[in-house]
C-alpha cells in the first residue's frame, strides 16, 4: 500500500517555516504497513493542487494533503477539493456545533461568519473531527485513490492521524508488515563499515534492505523487512543482526533509533551508580548540552565549566599559567590539566575536558585549525587523545562531541565496574 504525502502552503517554499508534518505522517503510517511513496510542497495555487490531484491519481492508494484550511480567506483547499470531485458545499451540522462550543464556550466571544464557514465541506466527504481546532479532516475517494484533507497546525494534524486516520486506514485496508532495526555504530566512518561488512551485506535476504545513515564520528545502519508473515520477518532480522554483531560488535552502541549515546551513557552511569563532568573550551557546552538533554541526567551528571578563553582556565580551572606557556592553551597536557580539575572540582568519577581550534582562526595557539584534545579523567588514570577534524567549524565541534562521548562510553564498558 503506498501513499504520497502533500503539504500546501507557500510558506514552506520561501523557507519561512520547516516542514514538520511530513516526518510524522510518514512514521506513523510506516508502523502500520503503508509506504510513504514522495513527499511533495506545492504552492497555495488553486491550479497547482488540482495538476496535483491529477497526477496521483490511481498512482497511490492514499494522498494526505495538510494545510490550506483554516478561517481565512486564503484557505483554498476545500474549494479545490469539491472542483476535482465535481462537488459543491454544505454546512455539516456536527462540525457547525463544535466550532460554536469553542468560540462562544471556550473564547467567549461571538461567532462570526469566518468561523461559521469552518462548518462548510464538500457533501461527498467523510467528516474527520478534529477535537484541537475547528478546521475538520475531509476523507474522499475518486476511483482507486483515497485524498485526505488534514489542517496543517502540527498538533491539529498529529491528533487527527492518531485518533482518526490511522484507525481508519487499519479497518479498511489489508496491508504488509514493515519492519525496521537499526544498529547503532560508533567510532568509524561509512566506507569503513562497509567494507567490514560487505560479506554479509550482500547475503542478507531479498526481502530485507540496509540503508546507511552517516553523521560525524557515528553511522546508523536500518535494516527493513517488508511482507506478510510478520514473524519470519522477525526471526530473519533477528538472526542478521546477531551475525553482524559478530561482526562489528565493537562499534555497536545500541539497537534502536531512540537510544542515541547520550541515553546509553545515561543508563550506565546510573547502572554503575558513577558520576560525570565536563570542562569544555571548543565544544563550547555542547557536550553538557548533550548530556542534559536527558531525562534524569541530573543523577549523574554534576556539571561543566564553559573555559573558552585562556584566563578562565587559569582563574577558574586553576590550570598553571606556566604549563600553557610551555605548551601553549591547544595541548594534550592543558587538556588533561582540565579534565583533573573539573573531575576535582566537581568531585566525580569521570570528566571529560576539550581545547582546541575550531576555527575559523587560531586563537591563542599556533596548532593547525581542526586540532582538538580530548581528556578523559577516569577513577584510575587520564586519557589523551590528538584529533585534528578539518573544517568547517561545525564540523569540528560535532565531531569533538561525538568522539568525546564514545571515548567515556568504551571506557566504562572497559572497566565493567
Not at 578562565?312 to 592543558?334: F, G, N
Request: charged share 25%; net charge negative; glycine share 6%.
Amino acid at each position: 500500500m503506498k501513499a504520497t504525502i502533500v503539504t500546501i502552503g507557500d510558506e514552506i517554499l520561501i523557507g519561512q517555516i520547516v516542514d514538520t508534518n511530513s516526518g510524522f505522517i510518514a512514521k506513523s503510517f510506516d508502523k502500520i504497513g503503508v509506504a510513504v511513496h514522495e513527499m511533495i510542497s506545492i504552492s497555495d495555487d488553486k491550479q497547482h493542487i488540482l495538476e496535483t490531484f491529477a497526477k496521483l491519481q490511481n498512482q497511490v492508494d492514499l494522498v494526505i494533503i495538510t494545510g490550506g484550511l483554516g478561517p481565512t480567506k486564503d484557505d483554498i483547499t476545500k474549494h479545490t477539493f469539491c472542483e476535482y470531485f465535481e462537488d459543491s458545499l454544505v454546512v455539516s451540522e456536527s462540525v457547525l456545533a463544535h466550532v460554536t462550543a469553542i468560540i462562544e464556550g471556550f473564547y467567549k466571544r461571538p461567532i462570526t461568519q469566518l468561523n461559521k464557514d469552518q462548518a462548510l465541506v464538500p457533501s461527498k466527504c467523510t467528516v474527520l473531527h478534529n477535537a484541537m481546532g475547528t478546521a475538520p479532516g475531509m476523507w474522499m475517494k475518486k476511483e482507486q485513490t483515497v485524498f485526505i484533507s488534514l489542517p496543517g497546525v502540527p498538533y491539529e494534524m498529529k491528533y487527527l492521524i492518531e485518533h482518526e486516520i490511522i484507525p481508519k486506514v487499519v479497518r479498511e485496508y489489508e496491508r504488509p508488515y514493515i519492519l525496521h532495526k537499526t544498529i547503532m555504530t560508533y567510532g568509524e566512518g561509512e566506507s569503513k563499515v562497509a567494507e567490514r561488512i560487505e560479506t554479509w551485506e550482500n547475503n542478507l535476504p531479498s526481502f530485507i534492505k540496509l540503508a546507511y545513515l552517516p553523521s560525524p564520528g557515528k553511522v546508523r545502519l536500518r535494516l527493513s523487512a517488508r511482507g506478510t508473515d510478520k514473524e519470519m520477518l522477525e526471526n530473519a532480522i533477528d538472526e542478521n543482526v546477531i551475525s553482524l554483531t559478530q561482526i562489528i560488535g565493537d562499534i555497536i552502541v545500541g539497537f534502536d533509533e531512540g537510544e542515541t549515546i547520550e541515553v546509553i551513557l545515561g543508563r550506565l552511569l546510573t547502572q554503575h551508580k558513577k558520576t560525570m563532568a565536563t570542562a569544555e573550551s571548543c565544544t563550547g557546552g555542547k557536550i553538557a548540552q548533550v548530556i542534559s538533554s536527558v531525562p534524569g541526567a541530573s543523577n549523574y551528571f554534576k556539571g561543566s565549566i564553559v573555559s573558552y578563553a585562556t584566563e578562565t582556565k587559569i582563574k577558574i580551572l586553576d590550570i598553571d599559567p606556566q604549563l600553557i606557556k610551555k605548551h601553549t592553551v591547544v595541548s594534550a597536557e592543558v587538556a588533561k590539566a582540565m579534565a583533573l580539575s573539573v573531575q576535582k572540582m566537581m568531585q566525580t568519577d569521570f570528566a571529560i575536558a576539550t581545547t582546541g581550534n575550531a576555527g575559523p582562526s587560531k586563537g591563542d595557539s599556533e596548532a593547525e585549525i581542526g586540532t582538538v584534545f580530548i581528556a578523559l579523567a577516569t577513577p584510575n588514570e587520564v586519557i589523551v587523545a590528538e584529533y585534528n577534524f578539518g573544517q568547517p567549524r561545525e564540523k569540528v565541534i560535532e565531531r569533538a562531541v561525538n568522539k568525546s562521548l564514545e571515548m567515556l562510553q568504551k571506557e566504562i564498558l572497559k572497566n565493567a565496574f
